[in-house]
């Protein structure tokens, strides 16, 4: 898989080399980006330049998976104003998008619970920020690993104000039960099994527990226990953006 992405990799530097000092970062972000053009409207246009005076906030939202981050986001975004950009939905829809040359490799990476390059994650969601012409944002599921971390810091330098990150901490018992669950009842997602949530936790794990940690050293973490039910989770959850300035 990691093979498939390097040749990809390859070929966009072969075709493009003509272009002096391009690395295959910065090729694979401008390729986004000009993907994203074709999608911008006049209005988000406008709505860019609001963008660019405000530096938008970010919450960056991590916990493992089926711990309940794309349920408290949907419940933030009603209560408080809020923009919620799960990684993992970008990157489905990216996957389902006809004619992207991405939709392989992401759903590879997917149902083997591997973390998918950054180059494409960052740049769905920055594209996804600068086309919403919002300014606060709920990132749901990055970063996840040191490339998310280090390629948000390349790629979105003085362009957000990382405001904390939200922690869902949750049994991975319950994690599976929950996921399991979700697919039984007809999610459709292609990782919602035994065998891809094996992986899934693992690279968890190893790779975001880290993330996680790092962030707390700098004490930039509010956790947030997830095994009780919804409503009840969201009261601290409601809690922690009340004690940090959010009405
Ligand atoms: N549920 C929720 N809260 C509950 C509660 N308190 N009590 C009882 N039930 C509760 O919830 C999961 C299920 O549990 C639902 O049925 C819900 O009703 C119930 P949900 O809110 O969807 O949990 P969430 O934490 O969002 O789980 P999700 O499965 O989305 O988490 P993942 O982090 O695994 O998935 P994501 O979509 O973020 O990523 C999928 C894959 O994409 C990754 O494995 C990776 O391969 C790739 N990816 C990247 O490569 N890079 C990225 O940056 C992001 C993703
Ligand atoms: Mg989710």
């Not at 910065?26 to 246009?45: E, G, M, P, V």
């Not at 009780?228 to 409601?238: I, Q, W």
Request: glycine fraction near 8%.
């Amino acid at each position: 898989m990691w093979r498939a992405f390097t040749r990809l990799i390859a070929i966009t530097v072969e075709s493009s080399s003509s272009a002096q000092g391009a690395t295959p970062h910065r090729l694979l972000t401008q390729q986004f980006q000009a993907h994203s053009h074709q999608q911008i409207n006049y209005l988000s246009l406008l709505n860019n330049r609001k963008m660019s005076s405000e530096k938008p906030k970010v919450v960056f939202v991590l916990g493992g998976p089926g711990a309940g981050k794309g349920t408290q986001c949907s419940k933030i975004v009603q209560r408080f104003q809020f923009t919620h950009l799960s990684a993992g939905d970008l990157l489905r829809e990216e996957r389902a998008r006809e004619g992207s040359q991405f939709g392989q490799l992401i759903e590879d990476y997917i149902r083997n619970g591997q973390i998918v390059p950054v180059e494409v994650t960052c740049s769905l969601l920055e594209n996804a920020m600068k086309n919403s012409g919002k300014t606060r944002f709920l990132i749901d599921g990055f970063p996840r690993n040191q490339d998310n971390l280090d390629g948000w810091n390349r790629q979105m330098d003085g362009k957000a104000d990382m405001q904390f990150v939200l922690f869902f901490d949750c049994a991975e018992d319950v994690c599976v039960e929950r996921c399991l669950g979700r697919g039984q009842s007809g999610s459709g997602r292609s990782d919602d099994n035994m065998e891809s949530l094996k992986k899934r936790i693992q690279t968890y794990n190893n790779d975001s527990l880290p993330i996680i940690k790092f962030f707390e050293q700098a004490g930039q973490v509010k956790t947030i226990d997830a095994s009780p039910d919804a409503e009840k989770v969201f009261e601290e959850v409601e809690r922690v953006f009340l004690a940090n300035g959010f009405q």
